[in-house]
C-alpha cells in the first residue's frame, strides 16, 4: 500500500495565526530561553512581569517554576494565584485561558496545537484551551485543543484530556473518565 501522507504540501501559516510580529517572537524566544526554559529559579514578578511586556493577562499571585515553556504569550491569560509545576509546557497556538486557582502540575503538556491526519498534508487543527478556576492538572497530564475543564475538577496524574470535562469531577485514565466528585 501507498502512503497517501504529503508532508511536503504542509503549508505552516495555513490555519495558525501567529497573533505577532516575526520580531516579536524572536524576541519573545530569547527571553523565553533566558527566564523560563533555565532550571535558575528567576522570580515569580520578573517572569509575570515578562509575560505582560509581551501581551500575556496575568493576574495576582502567579507561581511560574523553572523550565516553563510558553509558546505564544501574547494568547495567555491567567487568573489569580495560580501554579504551573516545572517543565509544564504551553503549547498556545490559540487562547489558553486559565482561571484562579489553578494549578498546573509538573511535566503537563496543555497542547492547543495538532494536525489533521485525514488531511495528506497534515494541515492545523488547533483550538483553545481553558482550564476554570479551581481546577488542577496533575503530573504529566496532556490536554488537546478545544477542551474545557471544568470548575474545581481533578485530571489525576499520566491522564489524557481530548474532551470536555465537567465540574467537580476526578477524572482519571487515557482517555479521562471521570472516577469521583471532589467535593461532596
Not at 126 to 155: E, H, K, R
Request: charged share 20%; hydrophobic share 45%.
Amino acid at each position: 500500500m501507498i502512503s497517501r501522507v504529503r508532508l511536503k504540501k504542509f503549508d505552516a501559516k495555513y490555519k495558525l495565526e501567529r497573533g505577532a510580529s516575526k520580531f516579536v517572537e524572536i524576541t519573545w524566544y530569547f527571553f523565553k530561553m533566558i527566564f523560563f526554559l533555565t532550571a535558575f529559579p528567576f522570580p515569580n514578578f520578573l517572569k509575570a512581569g515578562l509575560l505582560r511586556l509581551f501581551g500575556a493577562h496575568i493576574g495576582n499571585g502567579v507561581i511560574i517554576k523553572p523550565r516553563v515553556n510558553i509558546h505564544f504569550p501574547w494568547k495567555l491569560v491567567i487568573g489569580d494565584h495560580v501554579w504551573i509545576g516545572e517543565e509544564a509546557f504551553l503549547l498556545n497556538f490559540e487562547p489558553l485561558i486559565i482561571g484562579n486557582n489553578v494549578c498546573i502540575s509538573q511535566r503537563s503538556f496543555l497542547c492547543g496545537g495538532n494536525h489533521d491526519f485525514r488531511d495528506p498534508a497534515m494541515s492545523y487543527r488547533n483550538g483553545p484551551i481553558t482550564l476554570n478556576d479551581g481546577a488542577w492538572v496533575g503530573a504529566s497530564c496532556f490536554v488537546g485543543p478545544n477542551v474545557v475543564v471544568g470548575t474545581d475538577s481533578v485530571i489525576t496524574a499520566g491522564s489524557v484530556v481530548t474532551v470536555n470535562l465537567e465540574s467537580n469531577g476526578v477524572f482519571r485514565g487515557n482517555p479521562a473518565i471521570k472516577v469521583g466528585t471532589r467535593w461532596k
